[in-house]
């Protein structure tokens, strides 16, 4: 079977890695890819969001699996093009993906189908939106976009004026366009926040193993948010009765309430949750893999992963046998390009990827990178995710930075501590 991989990203190019791996692929087409999915794969230039000629290139090349990577062509509706197509397709319709296009949308499947999450309310119109944070005791709120802001349409306030001026910036200025028609301010919540990815078909949830972003810039969770600097899996975080209260309490009452509302949810249900002293809490939805969460996990997947997306898209997940894992932990570090999250250079020659691939069980996945003329370049904020096995933590998280340490380019940097919180888990709570 061929199999076609929708975007450009870390993710993408560990999903191209992986997929090619699996024993019914015959060949992994991704667009429009990097460099790396260039070499693990073929690279086809096609705009995810170009739904006509994506649809035509897998009818002429007659692909036997679509795997849509991001979230924009998810909520746009490629899904629903492929299927009226009758071309398999994994990944959720436009209806379901609105779980993650819209937070407001969000907030109401959680509040009718009681599934823990912060306190909320939807603003359309800036001065009640104002007037609600002056009116607050409380002055510890998160204040939220509505629509899809490439992760950058969240502010965590420290104040009122903090959150004044982020309602300012979203309703007035408009700096995330359309997706600041709504917003939504939210109680802040404190605690460890994971990644909790499962496989649904709708009807059957399969979650995968518990993993851990660093979504801050620098070292010790400093800094302006980012797309996620590194993450490892597993996490001591997410204990096993842990685990079960989160399948519980979130991840099946999703899955029900979404099929209640006529809009059942195909693909990766992605939970962001936070572990307050009151247990976990929903923080967002997303409805795809996480980058970089889905390169560690992937790493540790065994077994054909296309099986496992043909039996979602196929409504199979069912009769699948349950997964292998891996239980050596895996650890991605992300390299940046100077200036990320802010405006970056392209264009950087990389080297050292070749000293790097000779880490044992390292494999460097590419984000932002392109080739021009034979060369590896920067083409992206995030430019790799470097990542390797190892027997315990600390071997991948030590493997995983020998692989840096062989890579290069001007202004290249990336956090020293990915996966050390897993460590103060264990310290705190050692048994
Ligand atoms: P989101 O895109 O909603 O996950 O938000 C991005 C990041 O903002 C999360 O990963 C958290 O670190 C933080 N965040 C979002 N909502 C809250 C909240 N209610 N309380 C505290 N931090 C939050
Ligand atoms: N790593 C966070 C995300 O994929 O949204």
Not at 374 to 403: F, I, W
């Amino acid at each position: 079977m061929k199999v076609l991989v929708i975007g450009q990203g870390g993710r993408e190019h560990a999903l191209v890695w992986k997929l090619a791996q699996s024993p019914s692929v015959s060949h992994v087409f991704c667009a429009p890819g990097n460099a790396g999915t260039a070499s693990d794969g073929e690279n086809v230039a096609i705009d995810p969001l170009d739904f006509d000629r994506l649809l035509q290139f897998a009818r002429q090349e007659a692909i036997g699996l679509t795997v849509v990577g991001p979230e924009t062509p998810l909520v746009g509706g490629l899904v629903d093009a492929f299927d009226a197509a009758h071309l398999p397709v994994f990944g959720p319709s436009k209806l379901a993906a609105e779980l993650e296009g819209s937070k407001a949308f969000a907030k109401d499947v959680m509040r009718q189908a009681a599934i823990p999450t912060a306190e909320a309310k939807v603003f359309v119109d800036l001065a009640a939106a104002e007037s609600y944070i002056a009116d607050r005791e409380q002055a510890r709120l998160v204040v939220k976009a509505d629509g899809l802001a490439a992760g950058k349409g969240v502010v965590v306030c420290a104040d009122k004026a903090q959150a004044l001026e982020a309602v300012r910036r979203i309703m007035r200025q408009r700096e995330f366009g359309d997706a600041g028609n709504r917003l939504v301010i939210e109680e802040r919540l404190d605690g460890q926040e994971a990644s909790i990815l499962a496989l649904t078909d709708g009807s059957t949830i399969v979650p995968l193993e518990a993993s851990q972003d660093h979504k801050a810039a620098f070292d010790d969770d400093q800094g302006p948010n980012t797309g996620g600097m590194g993450a490892y899996s597993p996490t001591p975080l997410i204990t096993p009765p842990l685990m079960d209260q989160i399948i519980g309490q979130i991840l099946v009452p999703t899955v029900h309430a979404m099929k209640k509302r006529g809009r059942p949810f195909k693909g990766i249900l992605y939970a962001g949750v936070m572990i307050t002293n009151q247990g976990p809490k929903v923080l967002e939805f997303n409805v795809r893999f996480g980058d970089p969460e889905a390169q560690p996990l992937l790493m540790r997947l065994q077994g054909d992963l296309a099986q496992l997306l043909l039996a979602v898209a196929e409504n199979r997940l069912a009769d699948q046998p349950p997964i292998d894992w891996t239980p050596r932990p895996a650890v991605c570090v992300v390299m940046a390009a100077a200036g990320y999250p802010d405006a970056y250079d392209k264009g950087c020659p990389i080297r050292g990827l070749d000293d790097a691939a000779r880490v044992p069980e390292l494999k460097v996945f590419h984000a932002g990178t392109a080739l021009r003329n034979g060369q590896v370049v920067t083409n992206g904020g995030r430019v790799l995710g470097v990542t390797a096995l190892g027997d315990t933590l600390a071997e991948a998280k030590l493997r995983a930075y020998q692989g840096v340490k062989c890579i290069r380019w001007d202004g290249a940097w990336c956090r020293h501590d990915i996966s050390d919180k897993a460590r103060r888990f264990a310290e705190a709570d050692p048994a």
